[in-house]
């Protein structure tokens, strides 16, 4: 037995990844580039060896990551391409941004100056880019009306005449970009657009202007700038479930085993505070996966697993390393046996989609809580390829 695969393990298929970006690609124009987010591990799918997958493709120039411990881990695995941190760096960073090659945003005028000051200090230049908040309310220079522009222009360019800087883009996020309704999606651009136009009109090119997130690059490929990024397109989370995007293909699948297999008798109290009580006489299995594996504790009496092909309900509480599934009634039941969270179970397929409305949960989120003790099995061509040991 492989040892990875011996208690609880993603399955990541490559090959599904990449036609995923193949996908993507096709949205855009050929001399639009492309940005893979691979911030949070990748979405849980493991951040060098998705990176060092999507380096293989030429439109693939740079990844987006969310600080710089992200970008430095990249660094440190082989990782040549251009790093853009898209959460804050603190200006105290200046050193390490310049010594690991790395672009990071200058979210206001104040940033920008300390961040130059400290640029000085270390003898080193910073590659920045100028984040706008277009409407969201987040990290960035605002221009949200008419009123903002001026003030947004003016800190723009302040930025862009600091000297320890080399700024060369701009971008700008989406709140809504997978919705319907266009209104909001079309008011932040028009925020954006006018703020990039302004500042190349004053003599600054931006070659590295964007604002398409995963659901702006489906939805909205007209506002398609220089780049775009994405990391849900990658990973098969939809941006719209009301709108499934028919092309994408789930590349993770999470696994257990079955470690016991027990009858318990009616009356009897299952998992911590007794939440669940037997009606009947009842056959439960123990699978070694908690919520320390990344399980959503609101599967506690909730979910299902899928053994041998059939729905086993999640009975009591997910524990921190186990839960418990009923298995009355599914034959050939053994101990030993792989059970599936989410993914393929021979001719029946768990899918997570359905799993988190049904617990409440968003896609992402999931997938980016599955924690560094579960090893990633990545599979190319229908074989195991290489295994990924966060833990040691």
């Given at each position: 037995?492989?040892?990875?695969?011996?208690?609880?393990?993603?399955?990541?298929?490559?090959?599904?990844?990449?036609?995923?970006?193949?996908?993507?690609?096709?949205?855009?124009?050929?001399?639009?580039?492309?940005?893979?987010?691979?911030?949070?591990?990748?979405?849980?799918?493991?951040?060098?060896?998705?990176?060092?997958?999507?380096?293989?493709?030429?439109?693939?120039?740079?990844?987006?990551?969310?600080?710089?411990?992200?970008?430095?881990?990249?660094?440190?695995?082989?990782?040549?391409?251009?790093?853009?941190?898209?959460?804050?760096?603190?200006?105290?960073?200046?050193?390490?941004?310049?010594?690991?090659?790395?672009?990071?945003?200058?979210?206001?005028?104040?940033?920008?100056r300390a961040m130059d000051r400290e640029a000085a200090r270390a003898r080193?230049?910073?590659?920045?880019?100028?984040?706008?908040?277009?409407?969201?309310?987040?990290?960035?220079?605002?221009?949200?009306?008419?009123?903002?522009?001026?003030?947004?222009?003016?800190?723009?360019?302040?930025?862009?005449?600091?000297?320890?800087?080399?700024?060369?883009?701009?971008?700008?996020?989406?709140?809504?970009?997978?919705?319907?309704?266009?209104?909001?999606?079309?008011?932040?651009?028009?925020?954006?657009?006018?703020?990039?136009?302004?500042?190349?009109?004053?003599?600054y090119p931006m070659p590295f202007a964007h604002c398409c997130n995963s659901?702006?690059?489906?939805?909205?490929?007209?506002?398609?700038?220089?780049?775009?990024?994405?990391?849900?397109?990658?990973?098969?989370?939809?941006?719209?479930?009301?709108?499934?995007?028919?092309?994408?293909?789930?590349?993770?699948?999470?696994?257990?085993?079955?470690?016991?297999?027990?009858?318990?008798?009616?009356?009897?109290?299952?998992?911590?505070?007794?939440?669940?009580?037997?009606?009947?006489?009842?056959?439960?299995?123990?699978?070694?996966?908690?919520?320390?594996?990344?399980?959503?504790?609101?599967?506690?009496?909730?979910?299902?697993?899928?053994?041998?092909?059939?729905?086993?309900?999640?009975?009591?509480?997910?524990?921190?390393?186990?839960?418990?599934?009923?298995?009355?009634?599914?034959?050939?039941?053994?101990?030993?046996?792989?059970?599936?969270?989410?993914?393929?179970?021979?001719?029946?397929?768990?899918?997570?989609?359905?799993?988190?409305?049904?617990?409440?949960?968003?896609?992402?989120?999931?997938?980016?809580?599955?924690?560094?003790?579960?090893?990633?099995?990545?599979?190319?061509?229908?074989?195991?390829?290489?295994?990924?040991?966060?833990?040691?």
């Open positions: 037995m492989n040892r990875a695969m011996h208690r609880t393990w993603v399955e990541v298929d490559l090959d599904r990844v990449w036609a995923n970006l193949q996908n993507a690609l096709s949205k855009i124009h050929e001399d639009t580039t492309f940005i893979a987010v691979v911030k949070a591990d990748a979405y849980g799918h493991g951040a060098p060896a998705l990176a060092k997958l999507l380096e293989e493709e030429p439109r693939v120039t740079a990844f987006g990551v969310a600080s710089i411990d992200e970008a430095i881990q990249l660094r440190e695995r082989g990782i040549e391409r251009r790093i853009l941190v898209l959460g804050f760096v603190d200006e105290l960073l200046a050193e390490e941004i310049a010594k690991w090659d790395l672009t990071v945003p200058l979210v206001s005028a104040r940033h920008a080193v230049k910073v590659k920045g880019q100028i984040k706008i908040d277009s409407g969201m309310c987040r990290l960035g220079i605002v221009n949200h009306c008419e009123q903002d522009l001026s003030g947004a222009v003016e800190e723009a360019l302040e930025i862009l005449s600091l000297g320890n800087l080399e700024v060369d883009g701009i971008f700008t996020h989406f709140s809504t970009s997978g919705w319907e309704d266009t209104h909001y999606a079309d008011f932040q651009y028009e925020n954006f657009k006018k703020v990039l136009e302004a500042v190349e009109e004053k003599g659901g702006a690059i489906h939805f909205h490929p007209e506002f398609a700038l220089r780049a775009v990024r994405s990391g849900s397109l990658l990973y098969a989370v939809q941006p719209d479930s009301k709108r499934p995007i028919l092309e994408m293909s789930m590349p993770m699948q999470l696994r257990s085993r079955i470690a016991q297999i027990k009858t318990v008798r009616e009356g009897a109290f299952i998992g911590y505070d007794c939440t669940y009580q037997v009606k009947g006489e009842m056959q439960i299995a123990i699978i070694p996966a908690g919520y320390a594996d990344g399980i959503p504790s609101a599967m506690s009496n909730k979910g299902w697993l899928l053994v041998g092909g059939q729905k086993a309900p999640v009975v009591g509480k997910v524990c921190m390393d186990q839960l418990m599934v009923d298995v009355t009634g599914i034959e050939g039941v053994e101990e030993g046996q792989v059970v599936t969270v989410f993914g393929q179970d021979g001719a029946y397929y768990q899918d997570m989609f359905k799993l988190c409305a049904e617990i409440g949960a968003h896609p992402a989120q999931l997938l980016c809580n599955l924690t560094k003790r579960v090893p990633r099995v990545y599979y190319k061509d229908g074989e195991i390829a290489f295994v990924e040991y966060a833990l040691i």
